[in-house]
């Protein structure tokens, strides 16, 4: 159980006291979405190779973006690399070691690319939780911790990710070979001027990776066929793995690959029997929301060490 007094530090690590950050007026903890909107007046230009374009609210300038965060390369990097899998540029699937350099795109605008850079900050931040909890796996030291997020978003970077990897080529597409462009819709939800559409944006995974070793790094794939176009993404941070839905899946996800999934879950508390460590989403759709508990067995699992297989 882990007590909050509104005079601790926020657990959403803005550096600010809770009761003058997240802390709701009922004691509800209530984080706020990143401001992703372009500051008025709008541009009226269309930049040329600027996947928002549609938007008709460019810079004139293109500028180098990292369709998977930097931050979030560098924290999982050693050395300068990073291991990565689910790229078609990648020889034969293998998960490779890359060095972060080559994974950035021009895709977007100055102007565009700033107004998502809040949105790599949180799912920086969101990610480094996990990987802490991964890297601290075998220590024995009960280190309980509580973190606050706000769920919309890290589904808006799930979402950046996948426009970003499509656009720039860089992920494999069915059907393959068109020139895709995020639909407007997409754009719109980017850029704060939408919702996610019904039972579209994030689910996350109740089961525990069937592996003997945690594998730090990055997996990517994007999601596509030939009636639907691109539909949604798998993003695995470390084997835990979160799919960003884009088409509505049924209500009842039980015989789709979704089972076993929970929708813009409440919480998700990471255990290895011995120290927890929650995050909390916060979420302003109205909905009720369950949480996701994946309680990992030292003996089974451990972080795989550097320079074993795999690479
Ligand atoms: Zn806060
Ligand atoms: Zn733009």
């Known amino acids: 159980m882990i007590e909050l007094s509104p005079n601790d530090a926020c657990p959403c690590e803005s550096g600010r006291i809770l009761r003058e950050c997240c802390l709701g007026a009922e004691g509800d903890l209530r ?14 230009a269309q930049t040329k190779g600027c996947y928002a374009a549609a938007l008709a609210d460019c810079s004139a300038d293109l500028s ?10 560098k924290e999982l990097s050693d050395g300068g690399t990073v291991r990565i ?16 350099a ?5 895709i ?3 102007r565009h690319n700033i107004a998502l850079s809040t949105l790599d900050a949180v799912a920086l931040r969101f990610f480094r939780w996990i990987d802490q909890f991964h890297r601290e796996f075998d220590a024995d030291q009960h280190d309980d911790r509580f973190f606050l997020v706000n769920g919309h978003d890290i589904e808006r970077w799930m979402l950046k990710t996948l426009c970003g990897a499509v656009f720039s ?8 070979g068109s020139n895709w462009v995020p639909p407007m819709e997409w754009v719109q939800i980017l850029f704060g001027e939408a919702q996610f559409p019904v039972r579209c944006g994030v689910y996350i995974s109740g089961n525990i990776p069937d592996t003997e070793f945690i594998e730090r790094g990055y997996k990517f794939v994007a999601f596509s066929n030939g009636a639907a176009g691109v539909y949604g993404a798998r993003i695995s941070m470390n ?23 929970v929708y813009r879950p409440r919480g998700l508390a990471l255990t290895n029997g011995c120290c927890e460590k929650i995050t909390q989403f916060g979420w302003d759709d109205g909905l009720v929301h369950r949480g996701v508990r994946m309680a990992y067995e030292k003996s089974h699992h451990a972080v795989k060490p550097e320079g074993v297989g795999g690479s």
Not at 31 to 44: I, L
Not at 169 to 176: G, Q
Not at 239 to 261: C, G, I, K, R, Y
């Open 31 to 44: 984080p706020v979405a990143s401001v992703t909107r372009c500051q008025a007046p709008k541009t009226g």
């Open 64 to 73: 180098r973006e990292h369709f998977i965060s930097r931050g979030v390369l």
């Open 102 to 106: 080559v994974l950035g795109s021009n």
């Open 85 to 100: 899998d689910g790229f078609p540029w990648q020889t034969d699937r293998a998960i490779q070691r890359l060095p972060t």
């Open 108 to 110: 977007l605008c100055r």
């Open 239 to 261: 084997d835990e793995t979160f799919v960003l839905a884009m088409s509505s899946p049924p209500e009842d996800l039980e015989n789709t690959f979704l089972a076993n999934h």
């Open 169 to 176: 080529k860089n992920a494999t597409i069915n059907p393959a």
